[in-house]
């Protein structure tokens, strides 16, 4: 039996012990310690049930999607679809048109931005983001604002990393024309209100982009709730495999959007005079697509249900407040983004240690965290820092692994500070 199964049903706290049997990689040493990984913003673990996945389908039914009457391609579409309806069922979109597979957050948003963006921008438009955002959610909309003639607004962020609304709110005018912002800051933790940003914008006709990367692994997402019209997230950070990640969107507005890539399997027709597109979702997903990742990430939607996103929600904030209360003891040290709501991300700096030295430090004492700009230069400019250390948590993390941390730290401020 395994940790999903153990817990499946209870409405009890999830049995962490069980659940780290489930990750082959948390057994593995590193520098002949117990491994502690505390860089799950940055990519997951996987359990076995994806691995299992992804290795069934390649012994026994791999074919190509969509193009075989035999048995290999029916059974291989059969899971390919069937791991999108689990994709739609899991964020609770109305269809699964809305559900398009796609390499992962940084892809969708490049799909919106030169699908939609680029056939209905132009000069003296504007497209209101961010300054938390992740490089992903910034570099898109300024290739498309040098591509178009549109440009880029930024509503500022406070001292404790939260998006300031009435700044945002004043920035949004006719102008507007899509607003994209981050659910969860990957580089701060901040889980941004977005219910109320979504509403400011939509009252005045502005769609609605959220890069949802950092919060899917690690909340309950519905789609409809939420009424935004883009949703971007990654297969990796949610226990599923790399290279495979969702890209929703409202139907009425894919529908009227142009197809980005051309290819097989996104037509219906094809002479030398004119090519007839496939319906939604297959007008955007041109030539082969990653079938084993979208298998993986139907059996890590599997898994991560199985848990309960609340409870692992639950397990991941108690993490939290005792990585907070304990680093809060490591003297020098000092935290970087302080929003009252967080995802299990801490930021921070240490008092005459440089992070990148912070990083090499702890990996010899077996703790994995992420040390750098975390692909948002623009927060790292903000709070006037090259860089922070970055200890980011899932449900598999322990109490323990935050001991070894605070102990790791302990050391490099012996060695360094
Ligand atoms: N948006 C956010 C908020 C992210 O955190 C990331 C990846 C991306 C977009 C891009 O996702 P991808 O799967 O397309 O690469 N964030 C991180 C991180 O924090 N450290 O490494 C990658």
């Not at 889980?191 to 006709?205: D, E, L, M, N, Q």
């Not at 990996?363 to 948002?376: F, K, N, P, Q, S």
């Not at 980011?392 to 790791?408: D, Q």
Request: proline letters at 5%; charged letters at 20%.
């Amino acid at each position: 039996m395994n940790a999903v199964h153990a817990v499946a049903g209870s409405s009890a706290a999830l049995d962490v012990a069980t659940i780290r049997r489930d990750f082959p990689v948390l057994e593995r040493t590193v520098r002949g310690l117990p491994l502690s990984y505390l860089d799950n913003a940055a990519s997951s673990q996987r359990p076995r049930a994806v691995i299992d996945a992804m290795s069934r389908y390649y012994e026994t039914s791999h074919a190509n999607v969509h193009r075989g009457v035999h048995t290999l391609s029916q059974e291989a579409t059969d899971l390919f679809e069937g791991a999108r309806e689990k994709v739609r069922r899991f964020i609770n979109a109305k269809s699964t048109q809305e559900i398009i597979f796609v390499r992962g957050t940084t892809e969708a948003i490049n799909l919106v931005a030169q699908s939609y963006g680029r056939p209905t921008l132009g000069p003296g438009d504007e497209i209101l983001i961010s300054w938390l955002e992740h490089h992903a959610n910034i570099v898109p909309w300024q290739m498309l604002c040098q591509q178009t003639g549109a440009t880029l607004q930024v509503a500022p962020i406070t001292r404790s990393g939260e998006v300031d609304f009435d700044a945002f709110a004043a920035l949004l005018s006719p102008r507007t024309k899509l607003v994209a912002l981050a659910h969860v800051s990957n580089a701060l933790g901040t889980i941004i209100p977005v219910s109320r940003f979504i509403a400011a914008a939509r009252t005045r006709g502005v769609p609605v982009l959220l890069d949802g990367a950092q919060a899917v692994p690690h909340m309950t997402v519905d789609v409809q709730a939420l009424n935004c019209d883009f949703y971007a997230f990654s297969g990796h950070k949610m226990c599923g495999p790399t290279g495979i990640g969702v890209l929703y969107g409202r139907e009425s507005l894919l529908s009227a959007m142009p197809p980005w890539q051309g290819g097989g399997d996104m037509i219906l027709a094809v002479s030398f005079e004119k090519t007839v597109y496939n319906g939604l979702p297959y007008k955007f997903e041109a030539g082969t697509p990653d079938i084993a990742g979208a298998i993986g990430l139907g059996a890590a939607i599997d898994y991560l249900e199985a848990l309960g996103m609340e409870r692992i929600a639950a397990a991941e904030h108690a993490l939290l407040d005792y990585a907070n209360e304990r680093l809060a003891t490591v003297p020098g040290l000092r935290f970087v983004g302080t929003a009252p709501d967080k995802a299990a991300v801490v930021s921070f700096t240490l008092d005459r240690v440089h992070p990148h030295d912070l990083g090499t430090i702890l990996d010899h004492e077996g703790v994995a965290i992420r040390t750098g700009h975390h692909c948002a230069m623009p927060v790292m400019e903000f709070f006037g820092l090259p860089a922070t250390a970055r200890a980011s948590f899932a449900f598999y993390n322990t109490p323990a692994e935050i001991e070894r941390l605070v102990a790791a730290l302990l050391t490099a401020r012996e060695m360094l500070g």
